[in-house]
């Protein structure tokens, strides 16, 4: 089965100068872009006192020389080759209309072809920046990474791990600090420190000298590529690749690669927002290794082998409240294409929040088993409320894969199941799957495509990467199609209401860690937009959700003190008034909790 990732770096871009073997440029690039694509610019620096056209011949060699590098998709010409008496400018230009994610320059070749010092280009380039002396081997087996911190050292450790996804090579870390350490040195490294916790394919080492760069060319022994940050500077002062980096440039073993990053540096080196942006190496390796599409696991029959394989059953749970407009549709395609044509599924059942038109006729009608949620484990309670019928779900589905689905879907297709089903299948250290779509906006009879998910962007992502940074790479956190493992859901509570999809996310990270997390596009989702007042009503719930995570973190209680009373306000006959709803945002217990549950699902 094809695995489908979202490349770090999708597009690396390295100049192809006359007069420059740029061979181990070239191989830096394939190795960080992987499956993205690395841009080849041809360039010519053509003698000040001669007109352009002198230089005719050489840009026919350097067309000839990118059309022998393309290798028909990973590799792209970006058509004409550029002739000028400052190709530099001509460099800069081609970054701000192609805007690739990193530019890689060979030392010392292009600086010469170029006509430019190091300094200048580590100055202007506007994209981040990887200065590459060789030999780069092939295929590279371990690379070591000096990490001090701030955003070169992060930038380093994205491309090692970036690397390392494209070549299964080794990454050793090593963060050295000064024998008399003077205060606040520590503090641009404490959020790679923190990352360093996460990556488990990171061997890291730390060495206490005054003599870095002997300690790093001592590590680099053994060792096929060094990369490391240059010399952190404000934005202010000139940029050099310092002392120690231009020494290990000079005399490492092994190839070096030193990278800068484009973005603006705080004034103080030493200020803790030098580590707060370190958590972005680790959601950008979520991303990439995480991230799955739909179109992967088409082969249902390769599925059911893999379900067998493993001995699992498989339930999908349509939550529902007066959807008899879509309801029946949602069934007949999920069943015929997931039960009847290839019994993948074991099990549909729809939990109704007591809906008041047919929606339960039509389901039962269609053969598939009908809960009401307030009828089921009545000893409990009845809550309003989604995540109650998500929480009660648990006890009436037998699956040891659950997968839920909102019945509101208008254009339903089986991929939102089986694309939620395929990385639990193929991926048994996964415990969570996330559905994520483009949502078009329907406003009267007209589609406006990109619309909707306005809670998830003006509330649930702002109090993500508050709170949960670790979580900011989730493209729908409120996305209503997703799924896991019964051992997983029934540890964790539910809340009842609107901040179940928030609460489960964020209970998922806390209780198994983000690689047990993945998400899915699943392409395209088309369904009734709720008014703007359902929308604030959502996000009050959701922010005390979040509020309720964040007490056990703090061991505090915050929620007692916090209103739960909303005023909304209404607009009528050329008046307004208020209107007073409690909006409390309940909890439930991990389900595992419950007697009645561990009676019906034994360990």
Not at 45 to 58: G, I, K, M
Not at 339 to 351: G, K, N, S, T
Not at 512 to 538: C, I, T, W, Y
């Amino acid at each position: 089965m094809r695995r489908y990732t979202a490349s770090a770096f999708p597009e690396v871009m390295v100049p192809v100068l006359y007069g420059c073997d740029c061979a181990g440029a070239l191989a830096a690039a394939h190795t960080i872009a992987g499956m993205g694509e690395v841009l080849l610019l041809g360039l010519v620096r053509a003698a000040p006192d001669e007109p352009l056209s002198a230089s005719t011949s050489q840009a026919q060699l350097v067309r000839q020389i990118m059309r022998q590098q393309e290798d028909g998709g990973r590799t792209r010409s970006l058509g004409r080759v550029r002739v000028s008496t400052q190709p530099v400018d001509e460099l800069f230009k081609a970054i701000g209309e192609e805007d690739p994610q990193l530019l890689i320059l060979e030392y010392p070749c292009h600086f010469e072809a170029l006509g430019v010092s190091m300094a200048e280009i580590m100055q202007r380039s506007p994209c981040d920046l990887a200065i590459v002396r060789g030999p780069v081997v092939s295929p590279l087996k371990n690379i070591l990474v000096p990490l001090r911190g701030g955003p070169y050292a992060e930038l380093a450790l994205r491309i090692a791990l970036s690397i390392t996804r494209n070549t299964n090579a080794r990454i050793t870390s090593l963060h050295i600090t000064p024998t008399q350490a003077v205060k606040g040195h520590e503090a641009p490294f404490r959020g790679l420190a923190y990352v360093l916790t996460h990556l488990t394919e990171v061997n890291a080492l730390e060495a206490q000298t005054d003599q870095p760069a002997s300690a790093i060319l001592e590590a680099a022994h053994g060792k096929d590529l060094v990369v490391l940050g240059a010399t952190v500077q404000p934005q202010s002062a000139a940029v050099t690749i310092g002392p120690v980096t231009e020494r290990i440039l000079r005399e490492s073993p092994a190839g070096v690669m030193v990278v800068k990053t484009r973005r603006a540096l705080p004034a103080d080196l030493l200020s803790e927002r030098m580590g707060q942006t370190a958590i972005s190496v680790l959601v950008d390796k979520w991303f990439a290794e995480n991230t799955y599409h739909a179109d992967e696991f088409t082969d249902l029959h390769q599925l059911l082998a893999l379900k067998r394989q493993q001995g699992v059953s498989i339930s999908v749970a349509l939550p529902a409240l007066n959807e008899e407009g879509t309801v029946g549709n949602v069934i007949h395609t999920v069943k015929s294409a997931l039960m009847d044509a290839v019994p993948l599924l074991d099990e549909i059942v729809l939990m109704d929040s007591d809906s008041t038109d047919r929606t339960r006729q039509i389901a039962a009608e269609l053969g598939v088993p009908v809960h009401i949620h307030q009828q089921t484990l009545p000893q409990y309670g009845a809550r309003r409320g989604k995540g109650e019928a998500l929480w009660k779900s648990l006890y009436t589905t037998r699956g040891d894969i659950l997968v839920w689905v909102d019945t509101d879907i208008a254009n339903i297709h089986p991929r939102f199941v089986y694309g939620l089903l395929g990385p639990l299948l193929v991926n048994p250290r996964l415990q969570f799957v996330k559905g994520f779509y483009r949502r078009p906006l329907r406003v009267g009879d007209r589609i406006q495509a990109g619309g909707g998910g306005r809670v998830t962007e003006l509330t649930a992502r702002p109090l993500i990467n508050l709170f949960y940074p670790e979580l900011s790479g989730v493209i729908q956190p409120l996305s209503g199609e997703y799924g896991g493992r019964r051992r997983a859901l029934e540890c964790l509570p539910f809340s009842s209401g609107y901040g179940v999809e928030i609460g489960l996310l964020i209970d998922v990270l806390e209780n198994f860690g983000l690689d047990a997390l993945a998400q899915v596009d699943l392409l395209e989702r088309v369904h009734h937009n709720q008014p703007l007042e359902s929308l604030s009503k959502m996000s009050f719930a959701i922010i005390q959700t979040v509020i309720r995570k964040m007490e056990k973190r703090l061991g505090r209680d915050v929620l007692e003190e916090v209103n739960k009373t909303m005023k909304l306000i209404h607009y009528e006959a050329g008046r307004f008034s208020l209107e007073i709803e409690e909006i409390a945002e309940l909890e439930r217990p991990p389900m595992s909790q419950l007697p009645e549950y561990q009676e019906k699902h034994p360990k």
